[in-house]
């Protein structure tokens, strides 16, 4: 029987419970930099049971709709400040993934770019740029990349057939509309050791048909997110969280970790979800947010539900601080 608990492989790495603590924004920077309040935050989920981290958004480029609240590759710090930070981690032996992605597609001197309108040039130098930034990462001591092409990200709207009118050969059917992508992972993965995980949206049989191409050039690992925020999981007419089908659908059919994106904070229904299913791993966000330290207190026996509220606050004040705590204090 599986649990939350478990010790367990993913992928190239190995985890100490089923648990991932996905990222979206951090607040406490000092002028572009990371603070103490970074480093402690990481540190406090690392000791805490966290099977697997997922940083808070790095944003590929400069004037992006969230570069004012996330970190940017180009930071000329990037590299000493997250190779403390990713020490830092791994002193607890658990493993750190660095988010990678962008809304806004500026690139080649032009300026909000949409997808039907990139030049093979602008494709080629999007492909350059996470190049150098998945560099960059596993320069920072990074285990591997989460290639954010889920929710609102430009790479949601590069596979999405209502947005890539194409007619070339990056657009069309599903493997056209999502050859960028894939072109750029087969290079990653023929010329580096980097876990390469790839966060994507539910939308039905065509996200199954991405997850297996996404298998079949190398990826190592997929996360199932809705299209809209990542914050709102609605339930269907038998209250169930409308991702758990696809996710364990795509499961059943690709041989690499699939994790479900969100909506459980108990661990009755994580342990029931992991036990009947073919999903292993659950992430998490807000819960996080809340309380860096609650799987511990699972763990112990002292809690058994997390008590986030789901205010969504700390997502519409794009903070990766929680009010409710703070008000209370």
């Known amino acids: 029987m599986k649990d939350i608990f478990d010790e367990c492989e993913f992928g190239n790495l190995k985890l100490k419970s089923r648990i991932v603590r996905t990222g979206l924004w951090e607040s406490q920077k000092e002028m572009g930099n990371l603070s103490p309040e970074i480093f402690l935050r990481y540190e406090r989920l690392a000791q805490n049971h966290v099977g697997l981290i997922t940083t808070e958004l790095i944003s590929i480029y400069p004037h992006d709709r969230f570069s004012d609240y996330s970190h940017s590759i180009n930071s000329t710090a990037f590299i000493k400040e997250f190779n403390y930070l990713t020490g830092i981690v791994h002193q607890y032996d658990v493993p750190i993934l660095a988010q990678l992605g962008f809304v806004n597609c500026n690139v080649n001197g ?164 992991i036990n009947s299913t073919n999903i292993d791993f659950v992430s998490m966000q807000r819960p996080f947010v809340y309380n860096p330290t609650f799987l511990s207190e699972w763990a112990d026996g002292r809690e058994v539900e997390s008590l986030c509220r789901t205010c969504n606050n700390c997502y519409w004040k794009k903070t990766s601080t929680c009010h409710i705590v703070h008000d209370e204090e």
């Open 110 to 273: 032009r300026h909000n770019i949409s997808v039907n309108d990139l030049t093979i040039e602008d494709i080629r130098q999007i492909q350059s740029d996470y190049i150098v930034a998945a560099k960059k990462a596993s320069l920072a001591g990074f285990d591997g990349i989460q290639i954010n092409m889920g929710n609102n990200y430009f790479f949601a709207k590069v596979i999405d057939p209502s947005e890539n009118k194409r007619k070339d050969d990056y657009g069309g059917d599903t493997f056209k509309r999502a050859k960028m992508i894939l072109e750029l992972i087969k290079v990653l993965k023929d010329n580096g050791d980097l876990h390469i995980s790839c966060r994507i949206n539910a939308n039905g049989e065509e996200t199954l048909k991405i997850a297996e191409l996404l298998e079949k050039v190398g990826a190592d690992s997929i996360q199932i997110t809705k299209p809209s925020s990542p914050q709102y999981f609605t339930k269907d007419s038998e209250n169930k969280n409308i991702l758990f089908d696809i996710a364990d659908e795509i499961a059943s059919k690709v041989n690499i970790p699939v994790i479900l994106g969100g909506g459980l904070s108990d661990m009755a229904s994580i342990n029931e979800l």
